[in-house]
């Protein structure tokens, strides 16, 4: 298997612009997580889905980010508008029923 | 919600050496898992254990579910070893699938 496969690895945009950050996890695999790491607050979940619904997106900082899965294997997560303190490496993972593995990471650069 | 603590913080090895990572939680686990990010920023997972030992190669860990406490050991250390070791649980008793994620250990390893 191909691991969870996240696009695009870097991007560097403009405050004020869309992002979006794809993911396609494992095949098989029944939840997917949208996480988001920095320096200052280390590794947060913002969002996890099980069998295509969002479960519990308590950890989604403000209504400029959304996400979204519309089928098993595929997951997008929104920012609009981007603001600088949105930079940051965001992690996909996805699970059966217990390992999380993780996906490369994007990593998000708002001037 | 559950608590996870790391020590040491961070960790200074010479080749060869080994040592003991310890990640102590404030109650009950369905799932711990141990995952080390290397210096490129993947997150790489290393262990599934909620309970017991388990061990792969050069590392092996044990969880003491009773006593609240998962310790990963690394032997004959080296350079490809360096980064971060997180430890991350699920909380028994909670309808989800929420890792918590400890703060880290960073170790170095020098030649």
């Known amino acids: 298997d191909a691991g969870v496969i996240q696009s695009p690895r870097h991007e560097v945009t403009e405050m004020g612009q869309e992002v979006t950050l794809r993911c396609k996890p494992i095949s098989g695999h029944n939840s997917l997580f949208w996480y988001r790491q920095t320096m200052m607050r280390g590794l947060e979940l913002l969002i996890y889905f099980n069998n295509n619904v969002p479960i519990d997106d308590s950890g989604m900082p403000e209504d400029r980010f959304s996400a979204k899965m519309p089928n098993a294997s595929f997951s997008t997560l929104k920012i609009q508008p981007s603001e600088p303190r949105d930079s940051a490496v965001y992690f996909c993972a996805s699970s059966g029923w217990d390992t999380q593995y993780f996906g490369p990471g994007t990593r998000l650069t708002v001037l | 919600g559950i608590q996870v603590e790391q020590s040491p913080p961070d960790l200074i090895l010479q080749e060869g050496a080994n040592s003991t990572l310890r990640c102590n939680f404030s109650?009950?686990?369905?799932?711990l898992q141990w995952f080390h990010q290397n210096p490129w920023g993947q997150l790489i997972n290393l262990f599934y254990?909620?309970?017991g030992t388990k061990q792969n190669g050069r590392l092996s860990a044990t969880t003491v579910a009773t006593e609240r406490y998962s310790l990963l050991y690394i032997s004959s250390s080296q350079t490809t070893d360096s980064g971060v070791y997180f430890c991350a649980v699920i909380g028994r008793g909670g309808a989800t699938n929420k890792l918590i994620f400890g703060t880290g250990t960073l170790l170095a390893v020098q030649p």
């Open positions: 109650d009950s686990v369905n799932n």
């Open positions: 254990i909620p309970s």
